[in-house]
């Protein structure tokens, strides 16, 4: 009898579940239970080239707009992808991929806040009796929005208090008892009291084609008892100088800056999560870090890259995908997936089982340091859990623009070709050609991240792929185009000085590997399945051989992980089956073949 090479032996399984048990349960226990660590609070120097955000967006560019008339439409604008490969001699080294930005909803993001939460105590990286997470969360949010509005240029935009009562006098409100301002101007005062307000103190919209439209960063906490206010007495809110010199004042007053961070991370995450919630304020002693200059200089510089956060985060999906790309491996190949989230998902669910988000913070962040910040952003607010329950089967999604924007790997297709022989080339990269080169039903990325296994002979191999597998076609990021432009924007280019400080973790990474210090030698659970391992294999090989399957690959397409139900045609990237029977297509692929030999 054959030996199945599709499915892989049980000790074969129990090596790659041994490789992941060491590897995530080293992060477990290296990781800090009680605090959060540094990693989680840089988040400019984990920026990678993310296009700015396009100044006069309504008037110049192109914009998705849905049906009005449908309740809950939002506004996107497009753009491009521009991606090209190292071999500059090669006609097919460019490709560009569409990809839509969230760039107004129909109403702000709704908060609220919830006393017994598990931050409420907040566990930082300085000792603080008080909780500024949601103070800090809405004046970030209020910052992007007032950007968002100074980058419209139309004149269809506000950015104007919502709200008479807020300006009339300075008695208009009370300001919450928790709020300990210090020493501000008075329009510091009346701005913070106005982000404070149940219900909203303020707007920021535009009118497009008759629609009214919010910031996607726009956010109020939800009144209690449907407490009614003011109409808009049309005074001109702060700007975004103005209000980041607010919070900065209130950052150098309290020292809470790390909690600053971490409402940005929030903040960004807004279009993803529109409702959330967060720990009600609780009061903060005055404290001046030791560190004074060199923080406020942090919330400023996070503050001048806003433009770019904003493209970031209006790439919803994209976000998503960042959080789902922790449990991807570029070593796994499709038939190994079950053997290596298995452990992962076992250290994992135990620290959300067991309600300890600090070390589960941590432990992501030992796992993805670029990312760190997303992930303490996400646990707070609760976005965690469906990252984690999509990536539990092996279909996490997956966004090459984000990857690119954050310069982390979320697929095979980011990697570079691998070594072989001069007959034969390996089936990830024939995929990965097949994708570059748009050949006909691969113009889609891939839904499966893990690569195929194994190699093919060039001889079998599709025809674009024996026209350029001699070239060295690595899947190099070259920047962003919006659409009806011309120029393309490289992205954020990093100082020096933060790309060599941004690298520490991965030295400490790369140069220790995962630790095996104090862990016990348990032996591994039993594989409670395959299942994983079935949709990624089933999943890759649809699409890589969605035009016909070559001669000698019968053992990969009569096997039963193969097999396809009509509930698994989704999985194939955007039904490119070609509506043909396995036979057929094999035929098919045995005349080509024959054709070209004959050339």
């Not at 760039?103 to 806040?113: A, K, M």
């Not at 240029?153 to 300001?175: C, E, K």
């Not at 070559?550 to 053992?555: A, H, R, T």
């Amino acid at each position: 009898m054959a030996p199945d090479i599709v499915q892989p032996t049980s000790q074969q399984l129990k090596r790659v579940q041994s490789d992941s048990r060491r590897i995530w349960s080293s992060h477990a226990n290296e990781a800090n239970q009680q605090t959060i660590t540094d990693t989680s609070f840089c988040i400019r120097d984990n920026l990678g080239p993310a296009p700015v955000f396009p100044e006069g967006w309504l008037c110049s560019c192109h914009l998705n707009h849905p049906q009005a008339e449908v309740l809950g439409s939002s506004l996107y604008i497009q753009g491009h992808a521009c991606w090209n490969s190292s071999t500059r001699d090669c006609r097919q080294n460019y490709k560009e991929i569409s990809q839509t930005i969230l760039v107004g909803v129909p109403g702000p993001s709704h908060i609220t806040l919830q006393e017994g939460t598990h931050f409420e105590d907040w566990p930082g990286t300085t000792v603080q009796n008080g909780n500024y997470l949601a103070v800090f969360t809405f004046a970030w949010a209020y910052i992007f929005s007032a950007r968002w509005v100074e980058m419209c240029s139309h004149r269809g935009i506000s950015g104007q208090y919502g709200h008479a009562s807020i300006f009339y006098s300075d008695n208009a409100l009370v300001t919450p008892d928790y709020l300990e301002l210090g020493r501000v101007s008075r329009d510091a005062h009346r701005w913070w009291k106005a982000l404070l307000v149940a219900g909203g103190g303020w707007n920021a919209t535009v009118n497009f084609k008759g629609s009214i439209y919010h910031s996607p960063w726009s956010a109020y906490t939800i009144p209690v008892g449907g407490a009614a206010f003011a109409k808009d007495c049309g005074v001109t809110a702060p700007d975004s100088k103005s209000s980041t010199r607010y919070l900065i004042e209130l950052c150098d007053h309290m020292g809470c800056y790390d909690q600053c961070l971490a409402a940005l991370a929030i903040v960004i995450l807004l279009p993803t999560s529109r409702h959330l919630t967060l720990p009600k304020p609780k009061p903060c002693t005055p404290r001046r870090s030791r560190s004074f200059m060199g923080n406020r200089c942090s919330i400023a510089a996070e503050a001048a890259l806003i433009p770019y956060y904003m493209t970031l985060s209006g790439n919803t999906r994209g976000v998503m995908a960042l959080l789902c790309g922790a449990f991807y491996d570029p070593s796994i190949d499709c038939r190994f997936v079950s053997a290596w989230l298995q452990p992962a998902f076992d250290v994992v669910d135990s620290c959300v089982h067991s309600q300890n988000p600090v070390h589960l913070s941590n432990i992501m962040s030992a796992r993805q340091p670029k990312l760190a910040w997303l992930w303490l952003g996400a646990i707070i607010i609760g976005l965690h859990l469906p990252a984690i329950q999509r990536s539990r089967y092996g279909t996490p999604l997956i966004n090459l623009q984000a990857a690119a924007w954050t310069q982390t790997c979320h697929t095979f297709i980011q990697s570079g070709p691998t070594p072989s022989e001069r007959e034969n080339i390996a089936r990830a990269d024939e995929c990965r050609l097949l994708f570059m080169l748009g050949a006909e039903g691969h113009c889609h990325t891939p839904i499966c991240p893990w690569k195929p296994f194994g190699f093919v002979p060039i001889e079998h191999a599709a025809i674009e792929t024996r026209l350029h597998y001699q070239c060295d076609h690595n899947f190099n990021y070259a920047g962003w185009r919006w659409k009806g432009k011309t120029n393309i924007d490289p992205g954020y280019r990093r100082p020096f000085w933060s790309l060599a400080r941004s690298a520490v973790p991965w030295l400490r990474q790369a140069l220790g590997g995962p630790s095996s210090r104090g862990m016990e030698r348990e032996a591994d659970k039993p594989l409670a399945s395959l299942i994983a391992s079935e949709t990624a294999t089933r999943s890759i090989f649809l699409w890589y051989r969605s035009d016909g399957w070559p001669q000698g690959e019968e053992f990969i397409w009569t096997h039963s992980w193969l097999e396809v139900d009509d509930d698994d045609e989704s999985e194939v990237s955007d039904g490119q089956s070609g509506g043909q029977d396995l036979e057929s297509r094999t035929a098919g692929t045995s005349r080509v073949t024959h054709w070209i030999s004959s050339q």
